[in-house]
């Protein structure tokens, strides 16, 4: 017999700073009451209330790792959305918003599954990856570890000292970081989508071997693009996680090279 599912209860969050990730993207970082931890991948609700009793409600990825003395929330401002310009225009140090969580348990890793490990995010969909690196480095930085991160612009790249500055670091972690919409700035970034040949190579960093774990993460058409990818160049599809937000189909398709049709 199973164990009943704990219910989620709404918490008062604290918000104790705040870090410009790019120009629309920040990094809340929160503490909570009566958090009882959380695994790497998962995400929370965000509940805000206007004085007339409106609600709107949204869902975002945990940046953090599970030891963190802070949940970080990374939010990208959306100029059409309900919460999102909030927290950019409004929050500051020192408030309170409500939260519940953490949330998910499919798309998840943590030191006892091993790698492996291959991470492909695009866009803000490196935010769940990072959790699972930077928990990585923390309780079993032998794992190898791959992350493919495709962004539009140098500018729009998330953790983009903490990702450059790891991959020079870590002897056990590789990064191939790419930008679709200009030339890369930068001798460790290129430039273009990502492609059949991009997977070659992350997976030829591999020795070999494929991949124990695979986590994709990133706007709809990105995942499901991706994950074809992979799948063509032998990834087992087993092995290969999912996690995908909405937006424009026509935007989403931009960071991700189209597989015709067979």
């Not at 409106?54 to 939010?75: F, T």
């Not at 997976?203 to 494929?210: F, H, N, S, V």
Request: net charge negative; glycine share 10%.
């Amino acid at each position: 017999m199973k164990a009943p599912l704990e219910r989620l209860v709404w918490q008062q969050a604290t918000v104790t700073r705040i870090v410009d990730e790019t120009p629309t993207v920040k990094s809340y970082f929160l503490t909570v009451p009566e958090w009882r931890g959380f695994m790497a991948g998962q995400h929370v609700d965000v509940r805000l209330t206007a004085p007339d009793g409106y609600q709107a409600q949204r869902s975002y990825s945990i940046g953090s790792a599970p030891e963190a003395p802070e949940v970080e929330l990374v939010i990208e401002k959306l100029d059409t959305g309900e919460v999102s310009p909030f927290f950019h225009e409004v929050v500051q140090q020192g408030d309170t918003v409500e939260m519940r969580g953490p949330i998910g348990g499919h798309f998840t890793w943590g030191a006892a599954d091993g790698g492996p490990l291959l991470l492909v995010g695009g866009g803000s969909g490196v935010v769940p990856l990072m959790s699972m690196l930077r928990h990585r480095m923390s309780v079993a930085p032998d794992v190898p570890a791959i992350l493919i991160y495709s962004a539009r612009r140098f500018g729009d790249v998330i953790f983009r000292q903490e990702i450059l500055e790891r991959m020079e670091s870590d002897p056990n972690f590789h990064l191939i970081l790419t930008i679709t919409r200009e030339a890369a700035p930068d001798p460790r970034v290129r430039s273009g989508r990502v492609d059949m040949a991009l997977i070659g190579e992350a997976l030829g960093r591999l020795g070999g071997a494929l991949p124990g774990h695979t986590f994709v993460c990133g706007a709809t058409a990105f995942v499901d693009v991706a994950s074809r990818l992979l799948i063509d160049a032998g990834v087992e599809f087993s092995t290969i996680k999912t996690e995908r937000y909405g937006g424009d189909p026509a935007r989403q398709g931009s960071d991700v090279a189209v597989v015709p049709e067979a």
